[in-house]
Each structure stands twice: as C-alpha cells, then as structure tokens.
C-alpha cells in the first residue's frame, strides 16, 4: 500500500513539474509557489464574483470552457470566506492601479483581483492560459501568484474586408482572438477600391453599386489575368452594432477606417459626381497596387465634404468609439493637379500646393469630427502640408512619420510596414500567395515601438503599436490565422510585457505550449514553427 502512495505521489508530482507556465505575453511578475501541488477545476468548481462589471469575464471563460472542455462552472453571487474549490474574481478598489490585475493560486481556490473590469477581464486571459492543453478533468492549475498591467495603452490589430469580405462569425472569431492576446483595440477597414463595406442608409448606392466588383486579379500583382467572378458583401447597421456589442464585452474598442481622400473607387462607381472627373464612369477596383495608376482622389468640393459629414455622421452615430480613422494614404496629387476645380479651391483658400490641398481637405474634416465629440486617425501622410491640430498618426511608412507626430506632441501609433504588415510572408518561400515582402517572426518580436531618435518626454506620446492584416491574398479565415499566427503573439508581447522581459529563445519555447492550445482551439497556424 505504501509503494502505491508513494507511485502515486510521484507520479503527480511528475505531472506537474511537466506542465510548465508558459504565458504569452509575459506576465510582469510571475512567481511559482509550488511544484508539488496545484488547484484542480472540476465540474464542482465554483465560479464566484463580488460585481456584475465582472459579468463579462464569467461569461468569456464559462463559453471558453464550455467550447474547448466540454464543461462549464457552477455560479454564485453569495459571498463565503470559507468556500473552496472556488474561482474567486473581485473588483476591489483597493489595488491602485485600474490597469493591474493579481491573479494567486492555492490548492483551495484561485483569485483574480482589480480595481476594473477591463484588468479583471485580461487576468481571465491568463487564467486560460494556466489550463492544460489536455480535455481530461480535473484541470490542473499550478499554484503562481503573478502581478500584471501592460506596458502599452494601444495595443492594436487591423482587418482590412474590403479586399476581402470576411463575415460576422469570422469577426466575432478574429476578436476572440484579440482578447485572447490582451489586444484592446481592432482597427476595422471597412471602405476601400476594392469595396465599400458599411451600410450607409442616406446613401444606398454605396451597398448597392459600391460592394460588389466584377471580378478580381489572378495571383500575384500585376497578376496573370482576371477570374470575372462577381465579388461582393457589406454589414447591415444591425450587424455593425452586433459586432460592436461583441467586441465591448471584450473590452475592445472597434476604430473604423472611413477612407479619403484617396482609395475611393467604391464610393465613385456609386456617385461620381464626388470625383475629379465627374462624367467618367468609375468602376470598382479588380485589381491591387492602383495607387497613383486610377483616379481614386474625391474632389474636395463642398459637396464632397457634404458627403463625407453624412456619412460619418451615420458611422459615428453607430460606433462608441472615440476615435475615427479617416485614411488619408497614397492621395496621388496628379488628380487634383489636372482638375481645374481642385485648381480653383486651392486659389480660393490660398493654397500653394496639392500637399496643402490635402491637409485642408484632413483639417475641415478633422474639424467636423472633433465637433461631434471624437478624434481622427489617419496614416502618417496627414502630416503632409501641416498636420491636423488634435489628429492621432498611425505611422506605416517606417518610423518617421511617428517620430515627427511625437516631436509635435500628437499621440503616434507605430505600425511599421516591414515589421507590422502580417499580409507580408512569414518566410522567404512561403505555403501560398501572399504579398511580395517578407515580415518574419524574428523581427515583428524584435521591434521597438519606441525609436530611439525620441528623448524621454517625446516617448510618451507614442500610445502603443498595431498589426495590419491587409487581404489582398487572403480570402478565407484559414489563411486569415495562418497569417496572424504566431505573430500576433509576438505582436502582443512586445505591447503588453515589459521591454527588459523580451527573450526570442524563451518565447519560442512557451510557444510550443501556445500552438499546443490552437490545435485544441481548431485554430490554423503554420507547421513549420513545430521545427524551430
């Protein structure tokens, strides 16, 4: 009988000492109590909060469980110092910092504790991440105790749908994946050439005419042809909101992309009379890479800014958000050079150049936006011909356009083509199409959002970081997550985890356990990592 216990003891000691923590992004402090023993979560495991602002935190894990283990907790509300087999999650106003969770595990119970929901809710992603990769109840929880807040207050990844049009569910399923990360931002790129996506009810045609293309290139651009397969979808309004309340009980904020100056083939193939050439007849993009080859520029009239004020009016309307991207890339000047009434505009507003026809055209509707309570983003081109006054930069073209925004003392986001852009290959020769640039894993981790080129004061208005997923080549949500994973993980440590934390060596390692905890998820990824 003794040689059983002791068989039995080692063995789980072994079990234990084998499920290693392997959290990513890196906790601030992580601290291992014990190796001997753990908590175990089992069908009796009650799940128990002191607020309802954790309601949203009980749900995510209880669906989480429900999906992945085949298993949900019991609830209660009704307070007992003396419960065990208890997850305990409490919003106490005692911890100063509303960014800082604690999370403690005992063989009694676990305790995750903040001052806010939001906190409560990223303590939640650390606990998943606790759970072993096995279905087998009970699950084993070691017993840590970790200190945590992220390092950054943006931590952001974009979708572009105009390219490609991915639905609800896969958005709903894109988000999950964000809060699974502590990303608290999704960037939703919902106009372009390619395909106007958001139902705009003052103006029909956007929907009606603007979403659908005849067809798209075949292969890498300038590509071998055209399938001429009609091409199309957009959110209802319903929808949009929808996926907003989804996304708020994640606590992520939803920044839709409105484009202009440029990128609006959709919106003239719907109504060219906002065009530099209004009689021409617009069609919607079919192909990638059309900067500076088609006319896609707004005049800006003030039927043009008519336009735009309706149309953000509505979007603004729908979205919580207080901040609205307004585009402002790749406006080729040569439109506003031949039109005669982009001519007269600027003579008229003592404009000079087509650079400073465009940081009128940003300021005026910087100006709209502002009055309705919110505040603009726009790539780093805004910073052409002078910078809007209270304008956001969301710096693509390398880093320059952020380290100006900064010295300026406007909040820049850093989102860096050749590190951020996961449309780019993961390798130099990659499973299939994508763009021709490649964005490894080694440097989307080893990027610094903050340059060096920035003092101390100046570093502060760097707000954080963002992913890019452009979808020219993307046109399911398999290949979605093949290129999202695993640099949104590396993505996610850089903006939350502390700089003196980052290891490449260490990461790859509890990255194992990562892609261990995506094949029980369903969620697709590129096997090639497996041999690093």
């Not at 014990?34 to 908590?39: N, P």
């Not at 957009?234 to 708020?248: H, L, N, R, S």
């Not at 735009?308 to 603004?316: H, R």
Request: proline share 5%; charged share 20%.
């Amino acid at each position: 009988m003794k040689i059983l216990i002791l068989l039995f003891l080692t063995t789980t000691f072994f079990k234990l000492s084998a499920q290693e923590i392997n959290i990513i992004p890196q906790p601030v402090k992580l601290e291992v109590k014990s190796k001997e023993f753990s908590f175990k979560i089992d069908s009796n495991t009650v799940l128990y909060t002191n607020d309802s602002l954790a309601n949203p935190s009980v749900e995510f894990f209880q669906n989480y469980l429900r999906k992945n283990y085949s298993f949900e907790l019991k609830l209660s509300r009704i307070p007992d110092v003396n419960r065990i087999n208890a997850i305990n999650l409490i919003i106490a106003k005692k911890i100063s910092s509303s960014k800082e969770y604690n999370l403690s595990v005992t063989n009694k119970s676990i305790n995750v504790g903040s001052a806010s929901d939001t906190a409560i809710f990223q303590g939640i992603q650390t606990l998943i991440q606790l759970l072993p990769i096995t279905k087998s109840l009970p699950l084993q929880i070691p017993w840590v105790s970790i200190i945590d807040y992220p390092r950054f207050d943006y931590r952001g990844m974009h979708l572009d749908v105009s390219r490609h049009f991915f639905d609800v569910a896969f958005v709903k399923k894109y988000l999950d994946y964000l809060a699974l990360h502590k990303m608290n931002y999704f960037h939703w790129h919902l106009t372009d050439d390619h395909g106007w996506r958001i139902e705009i009810k003052k103006y029909p045609k956007l929907t009606e005419t603007g979403s659908w293309r005849n067809g798209s290139i075949i292969g890498l651009y300038p590509g071998t042809g055209n399938d001429g397969i009609r091409y199309g979808g957009y959110y209802t309004q319903e929808q949009i909101k929808d996926v907003i309340d989804y996304a708020a009980k994640r606590f992520i904020t939803i920044i839709p992309e409105i484009e202009m100056p440029a990128h609006n083939l959709a919106t003239l193939a719907s109504y060219s009379e906002l065009g530099t050439e209004p009689n021409k007849k617009y069609e919607v993009a079919q192909t990638w890479g059309i900067f500076n080859k088609f006319n896609n520029v707004l005049q800006p009239t003030d039927t043009t800014f008519k336009f735009l004020e309706n149309v953000l009016t509505e979007v603004m309307d729908l979205f919580p958000s207080p901040y609205i991207h307004i585009g402002g890339d790749e406006a080729a000047k040569t439109w506003w050079k031949q039109s005669a009434v982009s001519q007269q505009i600027m003579k008229a507003n003592g404009l000079k150049t087509e650079s400073e026809l465009q940081s009128y055209f940003i300021r005026r509707m910087e100006k709209f936006v502002n009055s309705k309570g919110k505040t603009i983003i726009g790539w780093n081109e805004i910073l052409q011909g002078g910078l809007a006054p209270n304008a956001v930069v969301m710096s693509w073209q390398g880093e320059k356009g952020g380290i100006e925004a900064a010295k300026q003392k406007h909040k820049a986001i850093m989102t860096p083509e050749m590190k951020m852009y996961f449309n780019h290959a993961q390798f130099a020769k990659e499973d299939s199409l994508t763009a021709n640039k490649v964005s490894p894993l080694l440097d989307v981790y080893n990027y610094e959002p903050i340059p060096v080129e920035l003092n101390t004061e100046q570093a502060k208005y760097i707000w954080g970081g963002q992913g890019c997923l452009w979808s020219e080549y993307i046109t399911n949500p398999a290949k979605a997550e093949y290129m999202l994973f695993p640099r949104l993980d590396a993505l996610s440590e850089i903006l939350w985890s502390p700089k003196e934390k980052r290891n490449y060596p260490d990461f790859l390692k509890r990255l194992k356990t990562q892609f261990k905890r995506y094949d029980l998820m369903g969620i697709t990824y590129s096997k090639r990592y497996l041999d690093n």
